[in-house]
């Protein structure tokens, strides 16, 4: 939340006082700009630190002689050639770490023998905001924070000889910044604050971003014959929700995309109750939903030109005295039965309800699920990709190229009919787990026997949405992971 910068940007800037922070490529000559380091004091302080512009690597200069302001920072890019998109964001992300307790910043983004784009500068304004961000909502202590901000925000200065043109693509990174930052706050929300009710009334307030949204309560689940939706919700106090959410930006006769996600703001496991060790976690397992809110007031935001749905199944995972049990059957939306095996393999039954639902009201060109579904792709993939699972390989590849462009990365996982027998009950069509073995495929198969033939996606986000590795653009324990990706996604393949 703390994430408070007044970005701006200017064609030229003669800074006095506060912080400057300059840009260099590898290899390229350290040198200060102009009547910002009138003495040369970055060239000797880079020949005496063996600073090459490496990239992320810094050079710290206080107090710099005749420099007319209080610190100079020296941020290496890396090989000039070979600059991404992502290079930009992460760069910017480190010059957030660099800004400590400086309330007046002015960045050099013209860097010698580098060709700066309007999108690069907007990029590097991204990386500013997400590098940023801190949760902060619930500590008392006031002052200054650990980076030495005094709350307030900080004036950056962006200078670079397209300010227009990086003006303008910047409207777009803050609606991208936005909606990471909306991914975070409720992931990292207190679950005795955002049960599906809190979490549902997020999704009606982006109608005053011009987003149609319907919240469909327990009665209306029922009537529509949500039984494993509102199975795994029956143990808690706390009632289900559905947000529908639709975003109408494309022409009138095309069909709309769809995202849909998990969204169980606590899971205890229910009656197959988790371990004690480590359950606090388990207020992100509705990040899939929080991603695709996320996704949703970016696009509205940022004026999309194409039409989306985005669907949250809400709920929480109580094992009180009416929870479901292991060895029930209940009836899914599709009219397919399925045997519980194991409580805490709700997600599952979460999403068949809502993927049915989408499919069948809204007839998508695709659907995208995403949900922190199982462990099982944290032991396969670590932290570092989310699995992905598809029925469709244009889909697939389209999501796997927008996954390098904004280095979420996805890994594509196996589907198969030999997987699928594993999910064969006894008793009903199916049950909602198989054994130990291959957890993340078994998951995904039960998903795909509620999409029919439409372009699928299942992305299970378990090691990337909460608690993965910290980086330059993101120092919080949730990581808004799929906003950027599914926003690359529709802007690179889907707008008019």
Known sequence: MSSSFDIGFAKTARPTGGLAILLQAAGAAAAGIGEIDPQGVVARAASVAKFTGKALKSLDVLAPHGAGVDRLVVIGLGEADRLT????????????????????????????GVTVTARNAADFALGLRLGAYRFDAYKTKKGEDEEGRSGKAVKVTLVT????????????????????TLARDLVNEPPNVLGPVEFAQKAKALEKLGVEVDILTEREMKRLGMAALLG?????????????????????????????????????????????????????????AAAVIGLMHTLAARKAKANVVGIL??????????????????????????????????GRLVLCDALWYCNETFKPQFMVNLATLTGAIMVALGSHHAGLFSNDDTLAARLTAAGLATSERLWRMPLGREYDKMIDSKFADMKNTGSRHAGS???AQFLQRFVK????????????????????????????????????????????
């Open 85 to 112: 998109a992502h290079d930009w964001l992460k760069a910017g992300g480190a010059a957030a770490g660099k800004i400590g307790g400086a309330e007046k910043v002015v960045v050099f983004l013209d860097a010698p």
């Open 161 to 180: 000889a397209l300010a227009a043109a990086a003006k303008k693509a910047n409207e777009v990174s803050d609606a991208v910044a936005a909606g990471v």
């Open 232 to 288: 795994v919700a029956q143990g808690s106090a706390r009632p289900p929700r559905l947000a529908v959410m639709q975003w109408k930006g494309g022409k009138e006769k095309d069909r709309p995309l769809a995202f849909v996600g998990k969204g169980v703001v606590f899971d205890t496991g229910g009656i197959s109750i988790k371990p004690a060790a480590g359950m606090e976690d388990m207020k992100g397992d509705m990040g899939g």
């Open 313 to 346: 199944g809400l709920v929480e995972n109580m094992p009180d005295g009416n929870a479901q049990r292991p060895g029930d059957i209940v009836r899914s939306m599709s009219g397919q039965t399925i045997e519980i095996i194991n409580t805490d393999a709700e």
């Open 441 to 443: 495929i078994t998951a």
């Open 453 to 496: 033939d439409t372009p699928w996606a299942h992305l299970d986000i378990a090691g990337t949405a909460m608690g993965s590795p910290n980086d330059e653009i993101n120092q919080s324990w949730a990581s808004g992971f799929g906003v950027r990706l599914l926003d690359e996604l529709v802007r690179a393949h889907y707008e008019n």
